[in-house]
C-alpha cells in the first residue's frame, strides 16, 4: 500500500515563497511520476506540475509556470514543491500524486487521477 503525505502548507504573506513537500511510505520507491495538484476553494482539482523519476523531465502549468521548481530525492522518497512570489489566488488546499504513468507530460495529469495514489493534502494560504 502506497501512502503519500503532503507538508510545508501554512499561511503565506502575499509576495511570500513556501516550499512543499511529499513523503512516500509503504512500498517500493518505483520509477513513476510525481506530481502536485491544488484544489481552490469552489473550485475542481488543478494540476500544477510533474516530474519523472530521474527528475530529468519537468512540466509545469501556466498558473505557477515561472515562479516555482519541482524536484524529488529518489533516496529519501521525497517530492518538493517550491512556490514563490505567492498570490491570494494560490490558497489552496495542494496534494501530491504519484503514478500513473512513467513520462512526464500534460497527460499525466488526467493518467494518475484514475491510476494514481494520492496524499491527503496540505492547506496553504495567502494573505493580501
Known amino acids: 500500500q502506497v501512502e503519500l503525505q503532503e507538508s510545508g502548507g501554512g499561511l503565506v504573506p502575499a509576495g511570500g515563497s513556501l516550499r512543499l513537500s511529499c513523503t512516500v511510505s509503504g512500498a517500493r520507491f518505483e520509477e513513476w511520476v510525481m506530481g502536485w495538484f491544488r484544489e481552490r476553494p469552489g473550485a475542481g482539482r488543478e494540476g500544477l506540475s510533474c516530474?519523472?523519476?530521474?527528475?530529468?523531465?519537468?512540466y509545469y502549468q501556466d498558473s505557477v509556470k515561472g515562479r516555482s521548481s519541482i524536484s524529488r530525492d529518489t533516496d529519501k522518497a521525497m517530492l518538493y514543491l517550491e512556490l514563490n512570489n505567492l498570490k491570494p489566488e494560490d490558497t489552496a488546499m495542494y496534494y501530491c500524486a504519484a503514478g500513473g504513468d512513467y513520462v512526464c507530460e500534460p497527460s499525466w495529469f488526467s493518467n494518475v487521477v484514475d491510476a494514481g495514489w494520492w496524499g491527503r493534502g496540505t492547506q496553504v494560504t495567502v494573505s493580501s
Open positions: 516530474i519523472n523519476y530521474g527528475g530529468t523531465e519537468t
